[in-house]
């Protein structure tokens, strides 16, 4: 059939007003990216060629607080290979290989990794400066050294369960390093610079520096001459007694500051690779659970004078040197007992079953509303990692015997941390605090203190 021309314009109309459609299309769309999202795109483009040499944060300095510090930093370079710009790599090997006391094997087959930056570990990694100058001068392609950080312990041992310490990467592992990682570590930063998919340098790009952010230093509760004393006390007694461990716990019973704390065996933070984890894993003053003993005892008696269970000058009290309760029998220290008392000589001869007399007036209930609210039987809350609870008579398992072993200090497991702080209770005017170690965090650079630890009441036991 023939078709007229007519028809055939009209069919080239047509053809032409698509095309023309299309090609309008295809500029608003081409607009669009170029001048819509031209910059977003840009930039991811830029991002995919650009690589990244690390440039670490300065940890946070720790000090006492009175401004001694604790704990800073070292500068010490690492050494890292961009694999695809290292030209020869078997002369690169040899060359950094003695340098960096690692065999050429060994350098050889992590610069030669399908990676865009490799660290040449372990032998590269917090070297001297001496060391890595010497890198520096040898030029070679593909090598970069690059500036990192070492935890340094000014004062060895001193404080050091609650210091703790940092691993390789300056992360902190245990101690307040630990616990205040987060604040102390700061934000790495970066040189970067623009390669092609190959990984080479781009002709005519520039390197790009992201400044790192250090972390906030921290100053401390504790007060490092309290804290040496305590400490040369401690080896003094481990010396002279023989003894398997020892700890301290000074606190101001006003604050819930801690102004002092140490146990023994202690460690080195700088070298805790020496010593058996036991040893800086556990952290005696927070962690050991003991029988307290006659200390208990100002518990007991706090909650008789609250209760006006007992008049100390008036109250009299007959001891023979011993007290039978439920078929046991319990003993004073004093054989043949202290005879007839007042309550207040049986407070300063510390007599057993004056204690159980106490006990047996308050009644079981009474008596262990007033240990759980001086804190026993639950953490404190200190600011350290590794916090035990202790462990009390469940109230249905405490019979007669276990209300008068309890009442001085027998059949009960505390912590260290729960017995400074409940007897600082006792003496402060009854009120109970939080104890804590981190005082207040300040801005390396400004000086400027972002925020400070205020004390933290956690209840009234008794009255004042």
């Given amino acids: 059939m023939k078709v007229s021309k007519f028809t055939v314009r009209r069919r080239l109309f047509w053809l032409l007003m698509v095309l023309c459609l299309l ?185 790009k520096y992201v400044e790192p952010k250090d972390g906030l230093n921290l100053t401390l509760t504790i007060d490092k001459t309290i804290q040496s004393i305590i400490e040369r006390e401690l080896d003094q007694a481990m010396d002279r007694l023989q003894a398997d461990s020892a700890l301290t716990i000074a606190m101001n019973p006003k604050t819930g500051e801690i102004l002092g704390m140490a146990a023994r065996p202690g460690y080195e933070p700088g070298a805790y690779q020496e010593y058996d984890s036991a040893v800086y894993n556990r952290n005696l003053p927070i962690w050991m659970t003991y029988e307290p003993g006659s200390t208990f005892k100002i518990i007991t008696l706090a909650a008789a004078l609250e209760e006006k269970k007992v008049d100390l000058l008036n109250d009299r009290f007959f001891d023979p040197g011993y007290v039978k309760v439920g078929g046991a029998t319990l003993r004073c220290w004093k054989k043949g007992g202290h005879g007839s008392q007042t309550f207040l000589q049986v407070v300063e001869n510390s007599c057993n079953p004056g204690f159980v007399a106490l006990g047996q007036r308050l009644g079981k209930e009474t008596l262990f509303q007033y240990i759980k609210n001086f804190g026993f039987g639950s953490k404190t809350g200190i600011d350290l990692n590794g916090e035990e609870n202790g462990i009390l008579f469940k109230l249905p398992q405490v019979g007669p015997v276990e209300l008068a072993t309890t009442s001085f200090g027998q059949g009960v497991s505390v912590t260290p941390i729960q017995q400074i702080t409940a007897v600082s209770a006792a003496i402060n005017g009854g009120k109970l605090f939080k104890p804590f170690v981190a005082k207040a965090w300040t801005n390396a650079e400004t000086g400027e203190v972002v925020s400070e630890t205020k004390p933290q009441l956690v209840r009234q036991v008794i009255s004042e």
């Fill in 23 to 207: 090609f309008a299309a295809l500029a608003v769309r081409l607009a669009y990216v170029q001048i819509g999202k031209g910059a977003e795109l840009s930039a991811k483009a830029e991002d995919s060629w650009r690589r990244n040499i690390p440039y670490s944060a300065k940890r946070g300095e720790i000090s006492d607080r009175n401004g001694n510090v604790l704990a800073y930093n070292i500068t010490t370079p690492t050494v890292m290979a961009i694999p695809v710009q290292i030209k020869n790599p078997e002369q690169t090997a040899k060359s950094l290989a003695p340098l960096l006391g690692m065999t050429e094997e060994s350098v050889l087959k992590s610069i030669t990794k399908r990676q865009s930056i490799v660290r040449l570990q372990p032998g590269g990694r917090k070297i001297t400066m001496e060391k890595a100058q010497q890198i520096r001068d040898l030029a070679l392609p593909g090598i970069v050294v690059a500036e990192d950080n070492k935890r340094y312990y000014p004062f060895g041992g001193l404080a050091a369960h609650i210091l703790g310490f940092t691993g390789g990467y300056n992360q902190g592992l245990t101690g307040v390093e630990s616990k205040y990682d987060s604040l102390l570590s700061g934000m790495n930063g970066s040189v970067s610079y623009l390669s092609d998919a190959g990984g080479r340098l781009m002709p005519g790009s520039s390197e």
